[in-house]
Each structure stands twice: as structure tokens, then as C-alpha cells.
């Protein structure tokens, strides 16, 4: 099975301020289709999941341009600049190149 | 809109079966595989099973295969998880997904073994 390495566990920060989540995969993400299917997805409080990226990098629709996905392979960051009260919750990374695993959470908590 | 509505939870006994529903709507629910994810109390995100858009193949982890059964129904837009031989670890809020790799989650529904 793949495991994915979420970290940190939690992040404080203040309103306005950016945050940065890192998930590196225990296996190439990279498959046979040469897409990389690394999910990024939110729970906030109470909530069910909400899926935020796709394929690293691709935004879902209403998702604002504050998030941002980048990376490859194995190694893989979710970036908040500017980040706001509604954003706070727990960040989960997502691989489904095979049978689906996920990061143990990020919380992000304010500052 | 997608919607995607579990039902079926509640308390059982160790050893025992539940069998949970997932009704559908908003989307071609049969060109698309769909998954069931669950929650332990507190704790992170476990994939249990995956279907494709047809039901002719089935996916689960170690942990559940041979206990759990993911079924669906096309012609009803609905999608089932059957669970037997329970155990305290399967007790978690269980949602189901659209999608092999997740993109819609509904909005959850308790299960809790326990004597």
C-alpha cells in the first residue's frame, strides 16, 4: 500500500498570514497514463470532506486562487497565501493513482 | 447539484451485519465508479471500497475484505455498502464518495459497534 506522509500535524496562523502543507507518498505518484492523481481535500469542523485539487495542481470550481497545489512524483505541497477564518480545518493529501490512501490530516488552527 | 444522501447507520453488535444506502442524484450516477470512505471517532480518512461504473469489479483494503460488500444499483441511482462480522474497529461515520479518487462526499452516517 502507499503511504502517504502528511506534515505538520497542526499549523497555527494568524489571519492573512500563508500556510504551507507538505505530503510525500511512499511510491511515484506518476501513473500509467501519465496524469499524477494527488488529491488535496478540507474538512472543516462538523463537515464531511470537500475535495479542493486535483491532480496536484487543478483547482476545483469555486475554490479561490489562494490555494495552490504544486509538485511531483512523490513529494507534494499545498499552499494558502492569505489564509481566512473558513479556511481553518484539517487538510488531508489524497493519492488514487492506486488503491486510495490518505495523509493523516493537518490541522489548521488560528494563531 | 450533486447530492449524495447515506443512510442505514446506527448501533450494532459486534458480530453482527448492517447493510448502509447511499441515494444519488445530480449527476449520470452510472458512468461513474463511486467509493465508501469512513472516519473513526477523531481520528483521519479510510478508504473501504470501491466499485466501477458497471459493478463488475470491486476494490477493498485488507482491513474489510471478505466482510464488507459494495454493491450498487444503477436503474435506482443508489449505492450500497453491506458489512458483517462487525468489529468495535469498524465503528466510524461512513460516507460515500463519487468518483475512484473522490471528488463529492455526502454527508455521513454513524455506525457503532458495540455491545
Known amino acids: 500500500d502507499i503511504v502517504m506522509t502528511q506534515t505538520p500535524l497542526s499549523l497555527s496562523v494568524a489571519i492573512g498570514q500563508s500556510a504551507s502543507i507538505s505530503c510525500k507518498s511512499s511510491q511515484s505518484l506518476k501513473y500509467s497514463d501519465g496524469k499524477t492523481y494527488l488529491n488535496w481535500v478540507f474538512q472543516s469542523p462538523g463537515q464531511s470532506p470537500k475535495r479542493l485539487i486535483y491532480q496536484v495542481s487543478k483547482l476545483d470550481s469555486g475554490v479561490p486562487d489562494r490555494f495552490s497545489g504544486t509538485g511531483s512524483e512523490t513529494d507534494f505541497t499545498l499552499k494558502i497565501s492569505r489564509v481566512e477564518a473558513e479556511d481553518l480545518g484539517v487538510y488531508y493529501c489524497c493519492q488514487g493513482s492506486y488503491s486510495p490512501t490518505f495523509g493523516g490530516g493537518t490541522k489548521l488552527e488560528l494563531k | 447539484e450533486v447530492q449524495l444522501v447515506e443512510s442505514g447507520g446506527g448501533l450494532v453488535q459486534p458480530g453482527r451485519s448492517l447493510k448502509l444506502s447511499c441515494a444519488a442524484s445530480?449527476?449520470?450516477?452510472?458512468?461513474?465508479?463511486m467509493a465508501w470512505v469512513r472516519q473513526a471517532p477523531k481520528k483521519g480518512l479510510e478508504w473501504v471500497a470501491t466499485?466501477?461504473?458497471?459493478?463488475?469489479?470491486?476494490y477493498y483494503p485488507d482491513s474489510v475484505k471478505g466482510r464488507f460488500t459494495i454493491s450498487r444499483d444503477n436503474a435506482k441511482s443508489t449505492l450500497y455498502l453491506q458489512m458483517d462480522s462487525l468489529r468495535s474497529e469498524d465503528t466510524a461515520t461512513y460516507y460515500c464518495?463519487?468518483?475512484?479518487?473522490?471528488?463529492?462526499w455526502g454527508q455521513g452516517v454513524m455506525v457503532t459497534v458495540s455491545s
Open positions: 466499485i466501477t461504473s458497471g459493478g463488475s469489479n470491486t
Open positions: 445530480g449527476f449520470t450516477f452510472s458512468s461513474f465508479a
Open positions: 464518495a463519487k468518483g475512484r479518487v473522490p471528488d463529492y
